[in-house]
């Protein structure tokens, strides 16, 4: 018997248009499953994504492809609320950026197509397609970073004697005094947490970021106590001695700061520790510095 011929590129690229052309018509119709939370001390947004390819008029092994190209298509969108919600500092999420024009959403949805994905599966039942995300919330925080500059710490009129360090932990891992608040509460984790001493000078903040880092690390790193005290040389985690260095300074936070208290509030002799020196004022330029809170807030 005479064999048929093979279809044509060309037949092959029209009927797979056609037939993800009708599949895409009906995402309106998809119903997704969508979880997200944010860890903090990894730096990460995990989402996860999924749906009934049965309801979604999708049938295997030829609707795979489709399902997930759903995936790919949706994922920015079903994100998007998520991270409008993060919070830029004491004032501000990324909702209020995006309605004071600061940002885009094709901007917002930039990051979520950036993310690092797990190849979409299908569930145990081959019921569902799942996909799975992580957003490094360094590229989030590299949005918000305008300045081409860090704005310079300059010595203080009073320098004391301090050692150089090669990092900064803050400690402020219990319910603190908040300025301005009749009770104490826990800091609030954010992406450019304010730094104050004791007389409420600003001591760091956003602008005092190199910004030509901003894409790799977070202006702050957060952390749980139990990581701050190991069994190692600098008693840190591997990660955080990468970061922090041998010889950190820890300082105890006292106390708290801001309409969500966000900002740890520092003694101000040890501001004058960090200021005093040129290398460590050049550890809040690259970020080098750690704030240890209640691990309930990070996570």
């Not at 319910?175 to 984790?189: F, K, N, T, W, Y």
């Not at 880092?213 to 600098?234: H, N």
């Amino acid at each position: 018997m005479k064999k048929s011929p093979k279809p044509v590129p060309f037949i092959y690229a029209f009927v797979m248009l056609f037939l993800l052309n009708s599949t895409w018509g009906q995402e309106s119709r998809v119903h997704f499953d969508v979880s997200h939370s944010i860890d903090w001390t990894r730096g990460e947004i995990f989402s996860q994504v999924s749906f009934d390819l049965a309801r979604s008029g999708i049938r295997l092994p030829t609707g795979r492809f489709m399902a997930e190209e759903i995936l790919r298509e949706a994922y920015p969108r079903l994100i998007r609320t998520f991270l409008l919600s993060v919070r830029l500092d004491s004032n501000s999420t990324v909702m209020d950026m995006l309605d004071r024009g600061e940002i885009t959403l094709a901007e917002l949805d930039a990051i979520s197509m950036a993310a690092r994905q797990v190849p979409p599966s299908l569930s145990a039942d081959f019921t569902r397609m799942n996909g799975r995300y992580t957003v490094a919330m360094e590229k989030l925080s590299a949005l918000f970073i305008r300045h081409r500059r860090a704005t310079e710490l300059v010595s203080p009129l009073l320098p004391i004697p301090t050692m150089e360090y090669t990092g900064i932990i803050i400690i402020a891992d219990t319910e603190l005094p908040v300025q301005g608040r009749m009770s104490p509460a826990m800091l609030v984790p954010c992406l450019f947490p304010r730094v104050w001493d004791t007389d409420m000078n600003l001591i760091y903040e956003r602008n005092m970021f190199d910004p030509a880092i901003s894409g790799e690390r977070l202006m702050v790193s957060y952390a749980v106590p139990d990581s701050i005290f190991r069994p190692t040389p600098s008693g840190l985690d591997g990660e955080l001695s990468a970061l922090l260095g041998p010889n950190p300074l820890r300082i105890l936070a006292r106390g708290g700061f801001g309409i969500n208290p966000t900002d740890p509030i520092i003694d101000r002799q040890d501001a004058l520790r960090i200021l005093s020196s040129e290398n460590n004022r050049r550890l809040l330029e690259e970020g080098r510095v750690l704030l240890v809170l209640n691990e309930v807030m990070l996570k």
